[in-house]
């Protein structure tokens, strides 16, 4: 397995998107975990083609270059409140100049799902209000699947 560096494949990724291509790419690191699984899940994303909203998986870049995959908690006239799925502390405000992909579809333990799926709304709507009790409820979940397993 060939071993690339990040910040260059996105950069190619995000140039290929700027094009006009959807493209994929299998997601590395657990800031959206539980909806999306590091090294497990993929995504596909575009660029944006509609206002974004609460709920939305975007992909942005940070100041600092950091590319980062969070989900919109919070639309505002200064710019969007974002957070990891697994995540308690809101980042804000993202402008949307620092977002240049939105997610359309995910490869989920396998499955494609995209918007309208129960499990891709129930992040998008219910998860997202969640996000104080999310450590507890993360706990809960592990627990609950060491048993499934055992």
Not at 2 to 24: A, C, D, F, Q, W
Not at 39 to 46: A, N
Not at 126 to 131: E, N, Y
């Amino acid at each position: 397995m060939k071993v690339v560096n990040t910040e260059e494949y996105v950069s190619m990724l995000r140039g290929l998107v700027e094009e006009g291509r959807e493209v994929s790419m299998v997601v590395a690191g657990g800031s959206m975990f539980p909806f999306l699984a590091d090294g497990r899940d993929s995504i596909c994303f575009r660029t944006p083609d509609r206002a974004l909203r609460a709920g939305d998986i975007v992909f942005y870049r940070r100041p600092t270059g950091q590319y980062v995959l969070h989900r919109i908690c919070r639309v505002r006239p200064e710019g969007y409140d974002i957070v990891g799925d697994a995540q308690t502390a809101i980042e804000r405000p993202v402008r949307r100049a620092q977002i240049f992909a939105l997610v359309t579809r995910v490869q989920r333990k396998g499955a494609w799902i995209a918007p309208g799926d129960f499990r891709w709304e129930f992040f998008a709507r219910v998860w997202i209000r969640v996000i104080p009790l999310r450590p507890v409820l993360l706990r809960a979940y592990r627990l609950l699947s060491r048993f499934r397993r055992a």
